[in-house]
């Protein structure tokens, strides 16, 4: 199973984008790459998915080079509610371990 | 939006009994999962659920847990006999079946907290 990095906790400012990678060294060729969300006494929120190049949805941008052993979530201009722990996931669909995750807290 | 259904919100057991914690996946979805979360730490894969037989499990899963389907819509997970450190959030979640780019990702239960005394 491929092991993930991440920063253990960021802040950020209201408005500003923010970037989070991770890394992955020893991502295999079937795995995907997964960001979830976690407010406290929640469970994990799905944000993005992706497998190469870069994805975006209406919340996130995923970016992923060519190696595919690292990515980056970017979250635009945040606000106050996106404090929240960020996990990266790299595996396959039946088989997710979810990391420490990175701990996002957001000021005004 | 669909949901995952997890109940009981929370559960106190006393050391030794038995707990089933219960889950209502997405209705078209093909796979499903339990995870933990011990207060504090990091979310703990425990077992993936597939066309009525386990797919993956931790090594967390032990003989103590099991996991059934016993309809078309519950998905349960059955501790035999507590122990204080299963005190944690259990999660439940469901996934389609897919392996292509595009996928949803799981859907998470909003959890049951597990007290043992």
């Known amino acids: 199973l491929a092991k993930t990095t991440q920063p253990i906790s960021m802040d950020s400012y209201e408005g500003q984008e923010v970037n989070i990678t991770c890394s992955h060294n020893?991502?295999?060729?079937?795995?995907?790459i997964t960001w979830y969300q976690q407010f406290p006494s929640q469970g994990p929120r799905f944000i993005i998915q992706?497998?190469?190049t870069k994805v975006t949805n209406e919340v996130a941008s995923l970016f992923i080079p060519a190696d595919r052993k690292s990515s980056t979530l970017s979250l635009p201009r945040v606000s106050l509610s996106d404090t929240a722990v960020y996990y990266c996931?790299?595996?396959?669909?039946?088989?997710?371990?979810f990391g420490a995750g990175t701990r996002l807290t957001v000021k005004p | 939006e669909p949901e995952v259904t997890q109940t009981p919100s929370h559960q106190v057991t006393q050391m030794g009994q038995e707990v089933i914690l219960r889950c209502v996946p997405i209705?078209?979805?093909?796979?499903f999962y339990w995870y933990r979360q011990i207060l504090g730490q990091k979310v703990e894969f425990l077992v993936s659920?597939?066309?009525?037989?386990?797919?993956?499990k931790s090594e967390i899963f032990d003989d103590q847990f099991s996991v059934e389907r016993p309809d078309g819509s519950n998905f349960t997970l059955k501790i035999r006999s507590t122990k204080l450190e299963d005190s944690a959030m259990y999660f439940c979640?469901?996934?389609?079946?897919?392996?292509?780019?595009?996928?949803?990702?799981?859907?998470f239960g909003s959890g049951t907290r597990l007290t043992v005394v």
């Open positions: 979640a469901s996934s389609r079946d897919t392996t292509q780019a595009g996928s949803i990702g799981y859907t």
């Open positions: 020893n991502i295999a060729t079937n795995d995907y």
């Open positions: 992706g497998y190469k």
């Open positions: 996931l790299v595996g396959v669909y039946n088989d997710m371990r």
């Open positions: 209705s078209n979805h093909l796979y």
């Open positions: 659920f597939y066309n009525n037989e386990i797919s993956e």
